[in-house]
């Protein structure tokens, strides 16, 4: 199966952000999701996927956590396990994003074992990996991503249990993005490691391209080879920009 025939996946990451209130913008989302070629997914923060799950059951729109434990319980306070927020009705959990590599010093070998930790608990994992601004100056970039897609990755990823994220740290919540060259040499790179871990399996596998994605650049952004899909910040906070995003695959 070629890239370009897989089912899509717009992913709205809510960071922290969002009261109990913010169900109206869940509620429009849904509501947008009809006629939509692709899977729309929202990641609240902890304290809503419980609510929101409950709001988007049976809709087109998944709820997913924002970052897991990598144990299924115990004495870790703060926490969240998998199995937690596959109990709240979570059917995926991103993990590696950028600003827990920074903000807790993840490392990927901690991103790895949370991407098991998802395996374990039935959720999708959304594996994020992207370069810095000085490693992509540096020329860098590929190497730094081959550095974290072999730390990060999960055994056993299938399309079923794992999504990739490419998002340039330095693209995140500036409102800067790379060029089509640059996100097309990325997601090829990308893709052929996944197809030589994974095998065939690796080929199905989607990669999301994230990093100041709005209405205005979707087209141009999703629209790129082996880009399956987007994860959204900023613009996933508005229902209105987030199926702006997601517009690209209604069907004509
Ligand atoms: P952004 O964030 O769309 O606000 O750049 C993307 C992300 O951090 O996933």
């Avoid at 913008?25 to 006629?35: D, F, H, Q, S, T």
């Amino acid at each position: 199966m070629a890239s370009a025939d897989l089912t899509p996946l717009v992913t709205g990451n809510w960071k922290m952000n969002g009261l109990a209130v913010a169900e109206g913008e869940l509620a429009k989302i849904v509501n947008g999701a009809a006629g939509l070629k692709a899977e729309l997914m929202v990641c609240p923060p902890a304290t809503l996927v419980a609510s929101f799950a409950a709001a988007a059951r049976g809709s087109a729109v998944a709820i997913g956590g924002q970052d897991c434990h990598a144990e299924p319980s115990g004495a870790h306070t703060g926490d969240i396990a998998a199995e937690m927020l596959k109990d709240a009705g979570a059917a995926a959990v991103i993990v590696g994003h950028s600003e827990r590599r920074t903000d807790h010093h993840e490392t990927d070998a901690q991103v790895r074992s949370k991407a098991m930790a998802a395996r374990r608990a039935g959720l999708l994992a959304i594996v994020c990996i992207g370069e810095q601004r000085a490693e992509r100056e540096g020329g860098q970039t590929l190497a730094v991503i081959g550095r974290q897609l072999d730390g990060s990755l999960p055994d056993g990823g299938t399309s079923a249990n794992l999504v990739l994220a490419y998002e340039p740290v330095w693209a995140i919540g500036t409102g800067l993005t790379p060029t089509a060259a640059d996100v097309a040499e990325a997601h090829a790179f990308i893709r052929k490691r996944l197809e030589t871990r994974f095998g065939a399996e690796g080929g199905r596998i989607r990669i999301l391209y994230g990093g100041s994605v709005k209405p205005t650049n979707a087209k141009e952004l999703l629209t790129i080879a082996n880009v399956n899909g987007a994860l959204v910040g900023g613009a996933s906070l508005k229902a209105a920009d987030f199926l702006g995003i997601a517009a690209v695959y209604r069907s004509a």
